[in-house]
């Protein structure tokens, strides 16, 4: 179970076999001071999948997270996006490459409105007419987010905020999403809604990360999924061989 | 360029139209600025040439404002900046300046402000460089540090600066074969036709995208950088930016006075800049031009004349204390007085930019979005 390198085959069985690897991390040592938060991980997302990493309080599922999208930087190991190198990279370069984080806590900003919010997702871009575009799309798959344009971010509910806060991710037109607990602090009834949501983003072509500590839900909307404890990826394997894993059951899904 | 300028100005007019306060101060201040010296003449106050000085730090005060106001980045040092302008233009162009006959050309006014535009800007990358990872508390005091120094180096460097008794007959100005000597009417509106063009850049920089990602950055710079804002060159530009408003006031402070020495860029000078900023109202144009006006004229005019009224009404009814009070003496004591006050009523400022009344007024963050600060160190408290 404490596999220290977990190098898992890439090949492990799931629906997207095929599919260009899109992300992959490998061997991956992240430290917060002397203390090794991530003890060498390994994974790989592949185009169009949605890849759920789950795992308890302090396994280091959002400093996996920040490791990709350049706001920490690994001691050891890399991170590849389409095969070209990211881990050195500052969190302002790697949204230009691609990768697009909603981050932990949803970090929105309180006091603009949702529309400036949405424009600063797409910072990096210059297509105006297609970051229009884009809003209009963010607008379809969060229509409360539309209501509530002009109003400033820190007034609205944590469902709205976690809205926004995924939206704005989208603005940057990511090829790869990565979302850190969407369903932190929300009512079941709008986990659920939000859950729907990652899957039609995921439909229309984007793929996504997502670290959960809901693992009943992470795993019903992912293909596949890792599961980390302590800094060391202990399981991978296709989402519903997971759901049905003894180890899974018990520890995350509350089974005795 | 015809429509574009049209649009600006529609939406110039919009904004004003939004706030009608914003609007009557905005019209009171262009057109008593413009025609100050005509009223000034037509009432016999004789006070243009003390204007300058408040004109100079009102300008001053705008460019803090781009640093403290837009980018969230106390400088408790801003001074300094203004001191090496000031520096520039008195170390090339000054008789009694060393490096003056070693330099293979002769550099008049203008050429001196442009060069001390790009001397105090890389100045401001200087003190910016190393300060990126503070935040708050911290930035305030190695922003302090350095307007401790930079006086502190001028003094000691007298090879170069003469020391304590400082560099004089700096070059003065001429345009179009129109000297400016010591004629207050064209030092004011010089510094006037400065002020215009420092409130159009700023207003542009503030609408801008770098003006954006300096909003991002001061309400999170974590999640700023998640959107792709590169913290580094933000923060730097705003430093940039502010020095180099200060020095061109700076070169026409020192070219208008004929003088520059060490004493004249203390803290207690950076402390006034930041205490006009705030009585203004922290982020806004406007109010921090109202503060400034407000500050200086007490500071240069109206503590004395208040004095003089006091004293002979002391006179007239006879208390001892009334006579001799002396209320420029107490003028550090009267802008802290009234900081504090304005803190506990009104912390805002007199013209609040609507953004920084939400963050003093309403507490909408939640504990979830200012968690996780653990990488940046501790947020600093609200200025």
């Known amino acids: 179970m404490s596999d220290q390198t977990a190098n898992f085959p890439a090949g492990a069985p799931d629906a997207m076999n095929g599919a260009a690897t899109m992300l992959e991390v490998e061997d991956v040592h992240t430290y917060y001071g002397q203390i090794e938060a991530l003890k060498g991980i390994s994974l790989s997302v592949r185009e169009g999948e949605i890849v759920t990493l789950?795992?308890?309080?302090?396994?280091?599922?959002?400093?996996?997270?920040?490791?990709?999208?350049?706001?920490?930087?690994?001691?050891?190991?890399?991170?590849?996006?389409?095969?070209?190198?990211?881990?050195?990279?500052?969190?302002?370069?790697?949204?230009?490459?691609?990768?697009?984080?909603?981050?932990?806590?949803?970090?929105?900003?309180?006091?603009?409105?949702?529309?400036?919010?949405?424009?600063?997702?797409?910072?990096r871009r210059k297509d105006r007419a297609e970051i229009e575009a884009d809003m209009d799309r963010v607008f379809e798959l969060f229509p409360r987010l539309k209501?509530?344009?002009?109003?400033?971010?820190?007034?609205?509910?944590?469902?709205e905020q976690q809205m926004l806060a995924m939206g704005r991710a989208l603005m940057a037109k990511p090829t790869v999403l990565l979302l850190d607990e969407p369903s932190m602090g929300l009512a079941p009834i709008l986990v659920e809604q939000i859950f729907n949501i990652v899957q039609e983003i995921n439909a229309q072509g984007t793929t996504i990360l997502l670290v959960e500590q809901n693992a009943l839900m992470a795993l019903s909307v992912a293909h596949r999924g890792y599961v980390i404890e302590t800094g060391n990826i202990v399981l991978h394997d296709d989402a519903k061989a997971l759901q049905q894993n003894e180890l899974v059951r018990k520890a995350y899904l509350g089974e005795e | 360029m015809a429509s574009m300028v049209t649009t600006y100005n529609t939406r110039l007019r919009q904004q004003l139209h939004d706030d009608p306060t914003t609007s009557i101060v905005v019209t009171l201040l262009a057109v008593g600025a413009l025609f100050y010296p005509l009223?000034?003449?037509?009432?016999?106050?004789?006070?243009?040439?003390?204007?300058?000085?408040?004109?100079?730090f009102i300008l001053l005060a705008l460019g803090l404002n781009i640093v403290v106001g837009f980018a969230g980045l106390l400088d408790l040092g801003y001074a300094a900046f203004f001191a090496?302008?000031?520096?520039?233009?008195?170390?090339?162009?000054?008789?009694?300046?060393?490096?003056?006959?070693?330099?293979?050309?002769?550099?008049?006014?203008?050429?001196?402000?442009?060069?001390?535009?790009?001397?105090?800007?890389?100045?401001?990358?200087?003190?910016?460089a190393p300060t990126l990872r503070l935040r708050g508390d911290y930035l305030a005091i190695v922003t302090l540090g350095f307007g401790e120094i930079v006086p502190a180096v001028f003094r000691n460097a007298d090879q170069i600066t003469r020391g304590e008794q400082g560099l004089n007959a700096i070059a003065k100005p001429t345009i179009f074969g129109m000297k400016f000597g010591n004629d207050i009417v064209r030092w004011y509106y010089l510094l006037i036709a400065t002020g215009f063009l420092i409130i159009f850049v700023a207003r542009r920089m503030r609408d801008?995208?770098?003006?954006?990602?300096?909003?991002?950055m001061r309400e999170d710079?974590?999640?700023?950088?998640?959107?792709?804002?590169?913290?580094?060159?933000?923060?730097l530009s705003a430093f940039a930016m502010g020095a180099s408003f200060s020095g061109l006031v700076g070169v026409m402070y020192a070219s208008r006075f004929s003088y520059a020495a060490p004493s004249s860029f203390e803290f207690s000078t950076s402390v006034l800049l930041l205490a006009m900023v705030i009585l203004g109202g922290l982020g806004n144009i406007w109010g921090v031009i109202l503060g400034g006006l407000l500050l200086g004229t007490f500071d240069r005019i109206l503590s004395i004349r208040i004095t003089g009224w006091i004293n002979s009404l002391g006179e007239t009814i006879g208390v001892g204390f009334l006579e001799t009070v002396n209320l420029s003496r107490l003028r550090f004591g009267i802008f802290g007085l009234t900081l504090v006050l304005m803190m506990l009523w009104?912390?805002?400022?007199?013209?609040?930019?609507?953004?920084?009344?939400?963050?003093?007024?309403?507490?909408?963050?939640?504990?979830?979005?200012?968690?996780?600060?653990?990488?940046?160190?501790?947020?600093?408290?609200?200025?």
Do not use: C
């Not at chain 2, 009223?39 to 100079?56: C, E, H, K, S, Y």
């Not at chain 2, 609040?352 to 408290?381: I, Q, S, V």
């Open chain 1, 54 to 123: 789950i795992g308890g309080n302090g396994a280091g599922k959002t400093t996996t997270l920040r490791t990709i999208s350049g706001l920490m930087h690994p001691r050891r190991g890399s991170i590849k996006l389409q095969g070209r190198p990211i881990e050195a990279l500052a969190a302002h370069d790697v949204v230009a490459q691609g990768i697009s984080h909603s981050p932990e806590g949803r970090r929105i900003f309180p006091r603009m409105t949702v529309r400036e919010n949405l424009e600063l997702g797409a910072f």
């Open chain 2, 84 to 128: 090496i302008g000031a520096y520039t233009v008195a170390i090339l162009t000054s008789p009694s300046s060393p490096v003056v006959d070693k330099l293979p050309f002769t550099l008049n006014f203008w050429g001196a402000l442009v060069l001390a535009f790009f001397v105090t800007a890389l100045f401001g990358v200087i003190l910016g």
């Open chain 1, 147 to 159: 209501e509530r344009v002009t109003q400033k971010a820190g007034t609205m509910s944590g469902g």
């Open chain 2, 39 to 56: 009223i000034d003449r037509a009432l016999g106050w004789n006070t243009v040439g003390t204007m300058f000085p408040i004109v100079a």
């Open chain 2, 346 to 383: 009104r912390p805002e400022g007199i013209l609040p930019n609507e953004r920084r009344r939400a963050e003093l007024r309403a507490d909408t963050t939640d504990g979830e979005t200012a968690a996780d600060d653990t990488l940046y160190g501790e947020r600093g408290a609200p200025v």
């Open chain 2, 208 to 216: 801008s995208r770098l003006g954006r990602a300096w909003m991002a």
């Open chain 2, 221 to 235: 710079e974590i999640a700023a950088s998640a959107m792709g804002i590169n913290l580094v060159m933000t923060k």
